[in-house]
């Protein structure tokens, strides 16, 4: 089974830019969740999407947000980034809810905003 | 919400000792108990799991023991090699999930 892929791999952008980051879950997996991962704050839950729709949502502004389709790929989207929001972005699959079971992890996505 | 605090945030051991990390959290509806391992530059990978039926779990080096009245878990790794070097994470789950703040363990050789 192919495993969690992420695009793209690394993204550079400038403040007040939005960006569109992609994963695609392990097949047959229905969940998907989002991690914002810093050096000083950790793992940080964005939210999780579950046959199409937000389960379950972290404490970050409005500007993150997500969607999940049919295939159950899902998207996060990031509008008018900020410097702090440079970041490694992590998504991760699972069958069921995420809180059911094991999460598997993408490679991520390096944001720089400069 | 749930409150998960690690501890200790940094562990370095001998190579050969044993390494112990515990996680403690609020969410009484917590009913899955998972430790995750992410060496440097790499993702997170599951290594152990317990449910809360179960008061221990063992594989191999590594064992998970939960004390779902005192809410906490542990990691226990014994006969600690270098490449047990990584951060752990904890991730106690019920109708939501939250990961711990991580704890970076470093054995030396």
Known sequence: ?114 | GENVEQHPSTLSVQEGDSAVIKCTYSDSASNYFPWYKQELGKRPQLIIDIRSNVGEKKDQRIAVTLNKTAKHFSLHITETQPEDSAVYFCAPAGNQFYFGTGTSLTVIP
């Open chain 1, 1 to 114: 089974k192919a495993g969690v892929t992420q695009t793209p791999r690394y993204l550079i952008k400038t403040r007040g830019q939005q960006v569109t980051l992609s994963c695609s879950p392990i097949s047959g997996h229905r969940s998907v969740s989002w991690y914002q991962q810093t050096p000083g704050q950790g793992l940080q839950f964005l939210f999780e999407y579950f046959s199409e729709t937000q389960r379950n949502k972290g404490n970050f502004p409005g500007r993150f947000s997500g969607r999940q389709f049919s295939n159950s790929r899902s998207e996060m989207n990031v509008s008018t980034l900020e410097l702090g929001d440079s970041a490694l972005y992590l998504c991760a699959s699972s069958w069921g809810q995420a809180s059911s079971g094991e999460q598997y992890f993408g490679p991520g996505t390096r944001l720089t905003v400069t």
